[in-house]
C-alpha cells in the first residue's frame, strides 16, 4: 500500500494529457526517490510558467508578453493569417518553420452537442482583425 501523500500526487499527474495511471505512479515514484533540490526546480518551473504564461490580446497565442512576438514581427506577412483551433495549434506550425503570416486562435470548435456555438468562440474578433487589415 503506497503513502496518501504518493496516492494524490499519483492521482494529480493522472490528470495531465497522456499521462494514464500507471505513467503518473511511476512519476510519482520517481520523483519522490530524486533529489529534492531537482523536484523543487521543476515544481518552480511549472509555478513560474503558470504565473506568467498568458494568452497574447491580438492574435491569443501563448506568449509571456503582450502582443506576442509573432504579432509584432513586421517580418511577417500581415496578409496572411493562419485560422486555428487552440493556441498550442501554432507550435506545429512555427516548428515546420513553412509558415511567415500571422495567425488567429478561435479557442475551440463550434460543437453544437458539447454546447459550444459561435459566439462561445473568438469569431467576432477574427471579424475585427480581418476589417482593420
Same mark, same amino acid.
Given at each position: 500500500?503506497?503513502?496518501?501523500? @504518493?496516492?494524490?500526487?499519483?492521482?494529480?499527474?493522472?490528470? $495531465?494529457?497522456? /499521462?494514464?495511471?500507471?505513467?503518473?505512479?511511476?512519476?510519482?515514484?520517481? $520523483? /519522490?526517490?530524486?533529489?529534492?533540490?531537482?523536484?523543487?526546480? $521543476?515544481?518552480?518551473?511549472?509555478?513560474?510558467? +503558470?504565473?506568467? @504564461?498568458?494568452?497574447?490580446?491580438?492574435?491569443?497565442?501563448?506568449?509571456?508578453?503582450?502582443?506576442?512576438?509573432?504579432?509584432?514581427?513586421? +517580418?511577417?506577412?500581415?496578409?496572411? $493569417?493562419?485560422?486555428?483551433?487552440?493556441?498550442?495549434?501554432?507550435?506545429?506550425?512555427?516548428?515546420?518553420?513553412?509558415? +511567415?503570416?500571422?495567425?488567429?486562435?478561435? %479557442? %475551440?470548435?463550434?460543437?453544437?452537442?458539447? %454546447? /459550444?456555438?459561435?459566439?462561445?468562440?473568438?469569431?467576432?474578433?477574427?471579424?475585427?482583425?480581418?476589417? %482593420?487589415?
Amino acid at each position: 500500500m503506497l503513502p496518501a501523500s @504518493i496516492t494524490a500526487l499519483t492521482a494529480a499527474l493522472s490528470k $495531465l494529457p497522456g /499521462v494514464g495511471p500507471r505513467s503518473a505512479e511511476r512519476i510519482a515514484l520517481h $520523483l /519522490v526517490q530524486t533529489d529534492a533540490a531537482i523536484v523543487k526546480q $521543476l515544481a518552480e518551473a511549472i509555478v513560474y510558467a +503558470r504565473e506568467h @504564461i498568458q494568452f497574447c490580446t491580438t492574435c491569443g497565442a501563448l506568449t509571456e508578453q503582450s502582443p506576442c512576438p509573432i504579432c509584432v514581427d513586421s +517580418r511577417r506577412d500581415a496578409s496572411l $493569417l493562419c485560422v486555428v483551433e487552440r493556441a498550442v495549434d501554432i507550435l506545429s506550425i512555427e516548428k515546420s518553420g513553412t509558415f +511567415r503570416g500571422k495567425f488567429h486562435v478561435l %479557442g %475551440g470548435k463550434i460543437s453544437p452537442l458539447d %454546447g /459550444v456555438e459561435p459566439d462561445d468562440l473568438k469569431i467576432g474578433e477574427l471579424e475585427q482583425r480581418l476589417a %482593420g487589415e
